[in-house]
C-alpha cells in the first residue's frame, strides 16, 4: 500500500504539467494538423526533412498519416522513415513535466530530428525514388489527401484529419490524453517500485544491459512496441536512471507508435513492410549506439 501511495504522489506532481502540455498539443493538432498532413505529401524530395519537422510535433496522429500516405505511395519510403524516427510520441510531455529536462529535451528532439533527416534522405537517394515521389505527388489532389487519413484514428479514437467540435478537439482530447498517460505512469510507477523493492536497483540495470553498449539494441525493440506504452516506459526508466540518453534515442526513434500497425495492416506488400521495420530497428539502434559510444550516458540522472 505504501509502495502505490508514493507512485499516487509522484504522479499527481507530473499533472497539472501534463494537462497543460496537452491542451496546447491539442489546440495546435485542432488549428493546424490537415496542413502539416498536405504539407508533408507536397514537398517532393525535401520529403523527408518535412516528414521530419511534424513528427516532432509530440501528438499520435501523425505516424498514423504518414503510414497511410505511404501505403497509397504518396510519399517516400525515406520521409516515411524520417516521420516514424523523429516522433516521440508521449515521452516528451513526460520529460517535459519533470523539473530540470528542458535542456535535455530540446537536445533529444534535436538529435532525433537530425537522425531523421539524415535517415530519410539517405534511403531516399540510395533507393532512387525521388522521382517516384515527385510524380506521386503531382497525381494528388487535396480531396485525396482528405480521404486518405479520414478513415484514421489516433490513439485515444479520434479523427486525425477531419475537424471535431471545438469541445471535442479542445478540451474532451487533452483530458482524454492526460488522464491516460496519467494511469500508464501511476502503473508503470507502482510496478517499477515494487521490483526494485524486492529485485534491487543494481539487479534491474543489469537486466536491461546497464552500462553496456548492448543497452541501445534492447531500447530499440521495446520502443517497436505499437503502442504509447513503450514511450511512457522508456522515459519513465530514462527519468530513474535505468537506461542512457543514447538508449533513450534508440527507444524512442524505433517508436513509431500506431504508425506501424497501420503500415502492418495495409501495406500489401510484407516485404516492403519487413523492410521499413528492419531500416527503423537498424537506424535506432545504430543512432543510439552511436550516441552511446560518444558519451550519451552522461545524461543519466
Known amino acids: 500500500m505504501e509502495i502505490?501511495?508514493?507512485?499516487?504522489?509522484?504522479?499527481?506532481?507530473?499533472?497539472?504539467?501534463?494537462?497543460?502540455?496537452?491542451?496546447?498539443?491539442?489546440?495546435?493538432?485542432?488549428?493546424?494538423?490537415?496542413?502539416?498532413?498536405?504539407?508533408?505529401?507536397?514537398?517532393?524530395v525535401m520529403g523527408p526533412v518535412a516528414g521530419a519537422l511534424?513528427?516532432?510535433?509530440?501528438?499520435?496522429?501523425?505516424?498514423?498519416?504518414?503510414?497511410?500516405?505511404?501505403?497509397?505511395?504518396?510519399?517516400?519510403?525515406?520521409t516515411l522513415l524520417a516521420v516514424f524516427i523523429s516522433t516521440s510520441d508521449e515521452a516528451v510531455p513526460i520529460l517535459l513535466s519533470v523539473p530540470?529536462?528542458?535542456?535535455?529535451?530540446?537536445?533529444?528532439?534535436?538529435?532525433?530530428?537530425?537522425?531523421?533527416?539524415i535517415a530519410g534522405m539517405t534511403v531516399d537517394r540510395l533507393s532512387g525514388v525521388f522521382d517516384s515521389a515527385k510524380s506521386g505527388k503531382d497525381r494528388v489532389t487535396g480531396a485525396s489527401c482528405g480521404d486518405t487519413v479520414l478513415s484514421h484514428t489516433g490513439c485515444c479514437s479520434h479523427g486525425l484529419d477531419n475537424k471535431s467540435s471545438r469541445?471535442?478537439?479542445?478540451?474532451?482530447?487533452?483530458?482524454?490524453?492526460?488522464?491516460?498517460?496519467?494511469l500508464f505512469i501511476l502503473i508503470l510507477t507502482s510496478a517499477f517500485n515494487?521490483?526494485?523493492?524486492?529485485?534491487?536497483?543494481?539487479?534491474?540495470?543489469?537486466?536491461?544491459?546497464?552500462?553496456?553498449?548492448?543497452?541501445?539494441?534492447?531500447?530499440?525493440?521495446?520502443?517497436?512496441?505499437?503502442?504509447?506504452?513503450?514511450?511512457?516506459?522508456?522515459?519513465?526508466?530514462?527519468?530513474?536512471g535505468i537506461i542512457s540518453f543514447g538508449s533513450l534515442i534508440a527507444g524512442l526513434s524505433a517508436g513509431a507508435g500506431l504508425g506501424l500497425l497501420v503500415l502492418a495492416k495495409e501495406n500489401k506488400d510484407r516485404i516492403d513492410t519487413?523492410?521499413?521495420?528492419?531500416?527503423?530497428?537498424?537506424?535506432?539502434?545504430?543512432?543510439?549506439s552511436l550516441i552511446q559510444f560518444l558519451g550519451g550516458s552522461v545524461w543519466r540522472q
Open 4 to 44: 502505490f501511495i508514493d507512485a499516487l504522489k509522484d504522479t499527481a506532481g507530473l499533472v497539472p504539467f501534463l494537462a497543460l502540455i496537452y491542451f496546447a498539443i491539442g489546440f495546435l493538432e485542432y488549428r493546424y494538423g490537415d496542413r502539416m498532413s498536405h504539407f508533408i505529401m507536397r514537398v517532393g
Open 54 to 78: 511534424v513528427g516532432c510535433i509530440p501528438q499520435c496522429g501523425f505516424s498514423v498519416v504518414a503510414s497511410t500516405l505511404y501505403v497509397k505511395r504518396l510519399i517516400s519510403t525515406g
Open 100 to 117: 530540470g529536462r528542458l535542456g535535455m529535451v530540446t537536445s533529444l528532439i534535436f538529435i532525433k530530428l537530425i537522425i531523421a533527416v
Open 167 to 182: 469541445m471535442k478537439a479542445l478540451v474532451i482530447h487533452p483530458l482524454t490524453h492526460t488522464v491516460k498517460i496519467m
Open 194 to 240: 515494487l521490483f526494485v523493492k524486492f529485485v534491487g536497483e543494481d539487479k534491474i540495470a543489469s537486466i536491461l544491459l546497464g552500462g553496456t553498449i548492448l543497452q541501445p539494441a534492447l531500447a530499440s525493440f521495446i520502443g517497436m512496441i505499437p503502442n504509447c506504452f513503450a514511450s511512457v516506459l522508456l522515459a519513465g526508466l530514462f527519468a530513474k
Open 274 to 288: 519487413l523492410r521499413i521495420i528492419g531500416l527503423l530497428l537498424a537506424i535506432s539502434i545504430a543512432a543510439g
